[in-house]
């Protein structure tokens, strides 16, 4: 990962005096702890200090220099600014595919809602933000301003109301490893980015779904590049699925189910939630996320080999 983390001190030093800032490498390992634990900033400036397993995996002395809660914002913030994370997250696999975990056996394609601290805002206020207007008394209002999120949306499933964003992943059925993502308001549907998300690579042709990807002219594209689409039927209000269709979502969906094992994993890492502000803030914060878990899911297959 050097050679992409070396971009953010291309800048040239004013001058030689003042602290030397931190190895890049350290610093990206402190935010795979932090993803792994889903750590604060101050939070994971006492646990390097506090653990020494922290201190051991960073190759550093817990009595000696330890990079401070706001050194550690400024490093994730100079990811954004530089828009790395997608080299890193390329690079990543990269690595899984030269150990030999290639994707294989097909892919599965799903979103999953990552919460956002709610905004407590007036209706006129959420459809000023809607059409991508900010209210006129929040510009003058900058304090306010920058603690209002203006990116995430409101969605409901299953009847319930959510505000956030959404990961959209795609894994390989054999490895269950996450080779594509993208991250959108959780208003944007699902079959949006759908097409982003398909890896050219797989070595099956396989894809799997469920039902709110489908629909006649995703179907009829699919089978005009070759792929086997297998995603699950749906059913109407006056057109109920039939008996085979349901023995069809059913094997389906064996797997298909695949795809939230990789959901559930980061779930235990301490939840799907960003406590950031904006869209590219939410994307940082979701795509380390997403790489902390293909390392130990590469980490699980490589014990079993």
């Known amino acids: 990962f050097r050679p992409v983390l070396e971009k953010i001190r291309d800048k040239p030093r004013k001058n030689s005096s003042g602290r030397k800032p931190y190895d890049v490498v350290l610093m990206f390992k402190i935010l795979v702890l932090q993803h792994l634990y889903n750590l604060a900033d101050d939070q994971t400036e006492y646990q390097i200090r506090d653990r020494y397993s922290f201190s051991r995996f960073l190759a550093i002395q817990p009595e000696g220099k330890v990079p401070d809660a706001k050194t550690i914002w400024v490093f994730?913030?100079?990811?954004?600014?530089?828009?790395?994370?997608?080299?890193?997250?390329?690079?990543?696999?990269?690595?899984?595919?030269?150990?030999?975990?290639?994707?294989?056996?097909?892919?599965?394609?799903?979103a999953s809602i990552i919460a956002a601290p709610r905004q407590r805002n007036s209706r006129k206020d959420n459809a000023h933000i809607k059409k991508g207007e900010l209210p006129?008394?929040?510009?003058?209002?900058?304090?306010?301003?920058?603690?209002?999120?203006?990116?995430?949306?409101?969605?409901?499933?299953?009847?319930?109301?959510?505000?956030?964003y959404k990961n959209h992943i795609s894994v390989d059925r054999q490895h269950k490893l996450i080779r594509h993502f993208e991250v959108t308001p959780a208003s944007v549907s699902d079959t949006t980015v759908f097409d982003v998300l398909i890896d050219p690579e797989n070595s099956s042709a396989d894809i799997w779904a469920d039902s709110a990807y489908r629909s006649k002219t995703r179907q009829s594209q699919l089978k005009d590049e070759g792929y086997r689409s297998h995603i699950q039927s749906k059913g109407e209000a006056t057109k109920p699925l039939s008996e085979c269709q349901l023995k069809a979502n059913h094997r389906r969906s064996k797997v298909r189910s695949r795809v939230e094992h990789v959901f559930g994993a980061q779930q235990a890492m301490g939840g799907k939630l960003v406590r950031t502000i904006g869209i590219a803030r939410a994307r940082i914060k979701v795509a380390l996320s997403n790489m902390v878990y293909n390392i130990r899911r590469w980490c699980h297959l490589a014990s079993l080999a």
């Open 136 to 164: 006129q008394d929040w510009k003058d209002k900058p304090n306010m301003l920058r603690q209002k999120d203006v990116d995430a949306r409101w969605t409901k499933k299953h009847g319930k109301t959510y505000y956030g």
């Open 76 to 110: 994730r913030e100079a990811l954004k600014d530089n828009d790395l994370v997608d080299e890193l997250f390329a690079q990543l696999n990269t690595q899984i595919k030269m150990a030999g975990y290639l994707p294989r056996q097909g892919q599965i394609v799903d």
